[in-house]
């Protein structure tokens, strides 16, 4: 158990709907990241937050947007959803952002299934 | 921009011997990370080893053992005594340390593994 807690488990959606999807990052952890795992691009990176602020964005699609709150929980919104979203979703988080060895520990993920 | 490649989509081994999974990668950076994770059946990210580009010495995690050649750029992961257990998808990953890129960590496509018993 990484620490990274993510809900749901599992989502299954219609394409157009809108989801979000949760994390909770290890206790002390001011870092958030989240990557998306499909069978055609692999594992992406899409956006990361530190202690709230947005520090990096990746392959991020415009239809999706992030925040992370003061309790330093994450949430990833996916809206307007194709049937190319259908992917697994993981937060991972770290202690502090780019500087030197980071190790970024990964929750379960979020398989999002979109009919 | 990084890239990591890993050119054997799957491998098999015998149980209790050794297996080495390849990696190179492509980076300017002059400091930086690489990681190994596995990916077992259930989905999960299981973090297992990691070498900085400035690490005198290979690491090493248990039976996990990484090959760092850096004029070569690869970051082989050597998984010593192989147990059924270790049956998974292995990813090889990289974070350079400065830059725009220094805060997500690029990935390769991964290699499949199968223990034979």
């Known amino acids: 158990d990484s620490g990274v807690t993510q809900t749901p488990k599992h989502l299954i959606t219609a394409t157009g709907q809108r989801v979000t999807l949760r994390c909770s990052p290890r206790?002390?952890?001011?870092?958030v990241y989240w990557y998306q795992q499909s069978l055609d691009q692999g594992l992406q990176f899409l956006i990361q937050?530190?202690?709230?602020?947005?520090?990096a964005k990746g392959n991020i699609l415009e239809r999706f947007s992030a925040q992370q709150f003061p309790d330093l929980h994450s949430e990833l919104n996916l809206s307007s959803l194709e049937l190319g979203d259908s992917a697994l979703y993981f937060c991972?988080?770290?202690?502090?952002?780019?500087?030197?060895?980071?190790?970024?520990?990964f929750g379960p993920g979020t398989r999002l299934t979109v009919l | 921009a990084q890239k990591i490649t890993q050119t054997q989509p799957g491998m098999f081994v015998q149980e209790k011997e050794a297996v080495t999974l390849d990696c190179t990668y492509d980076?300017?950076?002059?400091?930086?990370?690489l990681f190994w994770y596995k990916q077992p059946s259930s989905g999960e990210m299981i973090f297992l080893i990691y070498?900085?580009?400035?690490?005198?010495q290979n690491a090493t995690e248990g039976r996990y053992s990484l090959n760092f050649q850096k004029a070569r750029k690869s970051a082989n992961l050597v998984i010593s005594a192989s147990q059924l257990g270790d049956s998974a998808m292995y990813f090889c990953?990289?974070?350079?340390?400065?830059?725009?890129?220094?805060?997500?960590?690029?990935f390769g496509k991964g290699t499949k593994l199968s223990v034979i018993p």
């Open positions: 990953a990289m974070r350079p340390y400065s830059g725009a890129g220094s805060y997500q960590l690029t």
């Open positions: 991972a988080s770290s202690v502090g952002t780019g500087e030197r060895y980071n190790e970024q520990f």
């Open positions: 937050y530190y202690n709230g602020e947005e520090r």
């Open positions: 206790s002390g952890d001011l870092s």
């Open positions: 980076t300017s950076d002059p400091s930086y990370g």
């Open positions: 070498q900085g580009s400035y690490d005198q």
